[in-house]
């Protein structure tokens, strides 16, 4: 089991940074891959950034260049840097996890098995 519990979200307006961080406690010891997930009302769950085992980083083109993933292994979190915070950025952000999570799949939903439960950003225009 793993256990994950995101916080730093909250109101900005746009062009503002947030940085959400993710802490994660349980089984922490693995091949696991962390990523970052954003999920409007009415929506499916948009991909926005991963960080693999081996620290390799990913992210989606809506993001790409104003966000950064990055690991703090000795303290099992992992950050989300937001920048340049647009309204379309609103969203709920959610952390997963998944174990040996392949570098094709990794935008995928069904390759996390543990989520958080949340975090609301808001950028007004």
């Known amino acids: 089991q793993l256990q994950l519990v995101e916080s730093g979200g909250g109101l900005v307006q746009a062009g503002d940074s947030l940085r959400l961080s993710c802490v994660a406690s349980?089984?922490?010891?693995?091949?696991?891959?962390m990523g970052w997930f954003r999920q409007t009302p009415g929506a499916e769950r948009e991909f926005v950034a991963a960080i693999r085992y081996s620290g390799s980083t990913h992210y989606g083109d809506s993001v790409k260049g104003r966000f950064t993933i990055s690991r703090d292994g000795r303290k099992n979190t992992v950050h989300l840097q937001m920048n340049s915070l647009k309204p379309e950025d609103s969203a709920v952000y959610y952390c997963?996890?998944?174990?040996?999570?392949?570098?094709?799949?990794?935008?995928?939903?069904?390759?996390?098995?543990?989520w958080g439960q949340g975090t609301q950003v808001t950028v007004s225009s």
């Open positions: 349980g089984r922490t010891s693995g091949s696991w891959a």
């Open positions: 997963a996890a998944g174990n040996g999570v392949i570098l094709s799949a990794i935008r995928t939903t069904n390759s996390y098995t543990y």
